[in-house]
């Protein structure tokens, strides 16, 4: 119970049973002793019991059942974006910092070390969602620490752009039924890698599916266009 409660107050609901999995489970698994100890006494008695699980159950079903339709779709939207992103990363930065907002399929197919501007995988931006600090600086003071030369993020989440990182490139997907947006921005963090950058996202570019809508965002001299 207290978990549950924490959870409603604290927590969040509602993505592909991301977050609230185990509380139906917890639920189910202490509803289910109780109505076999009911039926032992009569039917009547299991009734209370067999009602709260049906109620429990009715929600599952309905989530459930969206969440096996928007499988498809989902996996797509990862293979689209997530996936090439990857892909990206292990083609030309092997075990070089990259800086990141959707870390799950960087980190499972590719071979770098992230920099997670939400927090989740870096204890240390965590520790700017301190009001008091400039967020964006002390991420490009983090990246270079770290000596990261691409940042590939939600712009929106990153919110304004630090100082001396140069947008380059978005890739746009046409759908998203799980990704956090459709398009992702590839920054330069530094203006000396303006120039790698874009030529290695023109190299990769050959591997996107088609339906993946490019757009260069500075010029081959790597001025902003």
């Known amino acids: ?99 990141a907002n959707d870390i799950g399929a960087l980190s499972f197919y590719g071979d770098v070390r992230i920099l997670d501007i939400t927090g989740l995988g870096s204890l240390e931006v965590l520790k700017l969602r301190d ?30 752009t630090p100082l001396g990182w140069v947008a380059v490139e978005t890739w746009t997907v046409p759908t998203s039924t799980v990704l956090g947006g459709k398009t992702v921005t590839f920054y330069a963090t530094d203006t000396t890698e303006i120039l790698t950058t874009l030529a290695r996202l023109e190299a990769y570019s050959r591997n996107l599916p088609p339906e993946v809508v490019r757009k260069t965002l500075v010029d081959a001299e790597g001025k902003p266009i």
């Open 131 to 160: 009001p008091r600090v400039d967020r964006p600086q002390a991420l490009a003071a983090l990246a270079k620490d770290g000596d990261a030369h691409i940042a590939m993020v939600y712009a929106d989440w990153l919110g304004s």
């Open 1 to 99: 119970v207290i978990p549950a409660v924490l959870h409603v107050f604290l927590a969040g609901f509602g993505h592909a049973f991301r977050y609230e999995a185990y509380l139906y489970l917890g639920l189910l698994s202490a509803l289910l002793p109780s109505l076999l100890a009911q039926l032992q006494k009569g039917l009547a008695n299991s009734l209370p019991v067999a009602a709260c699980i049906f109620l429990t159950l009715v929600p599952l079903g309905q989530r459930g059942g969206k969440a096996l339709m928007d499988i498809p779709g989902a996996a797509l939207d990862i293979y689209r974006q997530q996936w090439q992103l990857a892909h990206l990363t292990k083609t030309f930065y092997q075990q070089e910092l990259v800086v």
